[in-house]
């Protein structure tokens, strides 16, 4: 059963401290989109990767987050330095290029818990 | 931008009974509606989809239906379970290749055993 798998599942940090999120995509999946999901703001799109490529990152507040993919098996999420306003729910979710859209599968999420 | 408006927010009702959830979007160009299911502490879940190239598609308990002229689609689930209680979202996405999906804000069903 292919899925979208996302470590850790929770994380509590201070303030200050650097988060590093992961994801590791389902295999033969080209596209990548980490998704941050609030009461408030409900889902919003942070970045996205096509073929390892950032194509998009205009979610993301540039001074603090950053995403990058290493290799096809990995994708990482940073925010350094948190604040507590960055706590919420980041998913990644990838998907593959289907007639003309994409399809997005999204793993179960790191909560993460900025005091 | 895109923008997709999402009513109701909460839906109670009772087991085998129908629930209707509906969506309206704004930008004409969008051509892909899914839908997702979050359960509690998951992530959502794909359960269906549809293209602007088709008014109406059926999975087993679940349709959804999408009125391009109106510019608003509906989940509709048949027989109702308690499994079926979770947040459902609806979804839109524009143009050919395009990857931003623009969510709805969510609809907490709840069944009634």
């Known amino acids: 059963d292919a899925r979208v798998t996302q470590t850790p599942r929770d994380k509590v940090t201070e303030m200050g401290q650097e988060v590093t999120m992961r994801c590791q995509p389902i295999?033969?999946?080209?596209?990548v989109f980490w998704y941050r999901q609030t009461m408030k703001q409900g889902l919003e799109l942070l970045a996205y990767f096509r073929n390892r490529a950032p194509l998009d990152d205009s979610g993301m507040p540039k001074d603090r987050f950053s995403a990058e993919m290493p290799d096809a098996t990995l994708a990482t999420l940073k925010i350094q330095p948190s604040e507590p306003r960055d706590s919420a729910v980041y998913f990644c979710?990838?998907?593959?290029?289907?007639?003309?859209?994409?399809?997005?599968?999204f793993g179960q999420g790191t909560r993460l818990t900025v005091v | 931008g895109e923008n997709v408006e999402q009513h109701p927010s909460t839906l109670s009702v009772q087991e085998g009974d129908s629930a209707v959830i509906k969506c309206t979007y704004s930008d004409s160009a969008s051509n892909y509606f899914p839908w997702y299911k979050q359960e509690l502490g998951k992530g959502p879940q794909l359960i269906i989809d549809i293209r602007s190239n088709v008014g109406e598609k059926k999975d087993q308990r679940i349709a959804v239906t999408l009125n391009k002229t109106a510019k608003h689609f509906s989940l509709h689930i048949t027989e109702t379970q308690p499994e079926d209680s979770a947040v459902y979202f609806c979804a839109a996405i524009v143009g050919a290749g395009s990857y931003q999906l623009t969510f709805g804000k969510g609809t907490k069903l709840s069944v009634i055993p």
């Open positions: 979710a990838s998907g593959l290029l289907v007639s003309g859209v994409t399809e997005a599968f």
């Open positions: 295999l033969g999946h080209n596209t």
